[in-house]
C-alpha cells in the first residue's frame, strides 16, 4: 500500500478524447478518476452485477436513466444500482469518481434503444 496522485495512476482514452486514470483496478473495486471535455457522452448502457457512484469533482455531470436525467455539481455523488441503464453526459468540461462493486470489466451491455 502506497499512497498515489491521480495523475500518477495507469491511463487510458475513452471515445477518443475522454481519459481515465485506474486508482483501484480489482475484480472486487473499481475506482476510476475520468475526465470528459465539454460536450460529450458515453454510451448508454447498464451492468448486470456492478453497484456505480459517480461523484463530481468539477464541472457538472448529467446521468441519464430510462427515467430521468440527474444533474451533479462538485461535490454530489449518486448511486446507479445494477441493472439500471445510464448515460453519463457533460456541457463543461468535468472530472468525476466512479466507484464499481464489483469491477464492471466484462459486466457491460450497451443499449441501442436509449438516446438521452
Known sequence: MNPIHWSEAP??????DCEGW????????S???????AGRSETAHRHGQARQVF????GQLRIA????????SEGQSLEIPPGTWHRAHCETETTFLVISAPSTRGDR????????
Open 31 to 37: 475506482v476510476i478518476h475520468e475526465r470528459m471535455p
Open 65 to 72: 436513466t430510462r427515467d430521468t436525467i440527474h444533474t451533479l
Open 55 to 58: 461523484r463530481c469533482l468539477s
Open 109 to 116: 451491455e450497451d443499449a441501442a434503444g436509449m438516446t438521452r
Open 11 to 16: 491511463h487510458y482514452l475513452w471515445a477518443g
Open 22 to 29: 485506474r486508482l483501484c483496478d480489482t475484480p472486487e473495486l
